[in-house]
């Protein structure tokens, strides 16, 4: 399958501070990603859809001042959390979907552990 | 809206037995596709196996296969020789058609899978 990278695997960072994480598509464009939110033993939750060259399409309840994400290129779409809380700590997942080999397949990252103290 | 849902929070099989994961689904669509994720305790998301709904055939991929119905909106998953890197949490997933809502994947809750040696 295509390979998602995501970077860091893991994030500590003070309140009040912002976070960048990137995720990039390593063997295909992808002109869309998506970025999820998950739980300790619970399912992914959508928090956006990033679509290259254009505005990110955000969830109902994902306050967009707060998850900026931005896709300026067909590989590489980046989320920043700005003045993060403790509640934001959360594990964060993105996927690129894959249109190139005719199955049209979201293709996962590692994840991205953040800690906000 | 589709949903999709997922009966069984926790599974357990024994090493070289079968177990089978139920996953329904809620819709009104007439095209879409339906994917069994695995998430390790690597929490790196892979995709297991692919339905897609205008096929009769049920999907297999190896030792997994699925159960498709689609006019009871069923889609579960068999482990046939269950292996003990199978152990992980199961996501069912459905996606509408590409050019409905751009390719978003709603999960269920997901089941995790034991697998005793």
């Known amino acids: 399958g295509a390979v998602v990278s995501q970077h860091p695997s893991w994030v500590i960072c003070k309140s009040g501070t912002s976070v960048k994480i990137e995720c990039r598509s390593l063997?295909?464009?992808?002109?869309?990603m998506f970025w999820y939110r998950q739980f300790p033993k619970q399912s992914l939750m959508l928090m956006a859809t990033?679509?290259?060259?254009?505005?990110?399409?955000?969830e109902q309840g994902v306050e967009k001042d707060k998850f900026l994400i931005n896709h300026a290129s067909l590989t590489l779409s980046t989320l920043t959390v700005t003045s993060a809380h403790p509640e934001d700590s959360s594990f964060y997942i993105c996927?690129?979907?894959?249109?190139?080999?005719?199955?049209?397949?979201?293709?996962f990252g590692p994840g991205t552990r953040l800690t906000v103290l | 809206a589709q949903t999709v849902t997922q009966s069984q929070p926790e599974m357990s099989v024994q090493e070289a037995e079968t177990v089978t994961l139920s996953c329904t689904y809620d819709?009104?669509?007439?095209?879409?596709?339906l994917f069994w994720y695995k998430q390790p305790p690597s929490r790196q998301m892979i995709l297991v196996i692919r339905?897609?709904?205008?096929?009769?055939q049920n999907a297999t991929e190896n030792r997994f296969s699925v159960n498709f119905q689609k006019a009871a909106k069923s889609f579960s998953l068999k482990i046939s020789d269950s292996q003990l890197g199978d152990a992980a949490m199961y996501f069912c997933?459905?996606?509408?058609?590409?050019?409905?809502?751009?390719?978003?994947?709603?999960f269920g809750q997901g089941t995790e899978l034991s697998v005793k040696p």
């Open positions: 996927s690129a979907l894959d249109r190139g080999r005719g199955t049209d397949t979201q293709y």
């Open positions: 063997d295909f464009q992808a002109t869309t």
């Open positions: 990033s679509n290259e060259g254009s505005k990110a399409t955000y």
């Open positions: 819709t009104s669509e007439s095209d879409y596709y």
């Open positions: 339905q897609e709904a205008y096929k009769q």
């Open positions: 997933a459905y996606r509408s058609p590409i050019y409905n809502q751009g390719g978003k994947l709603i």
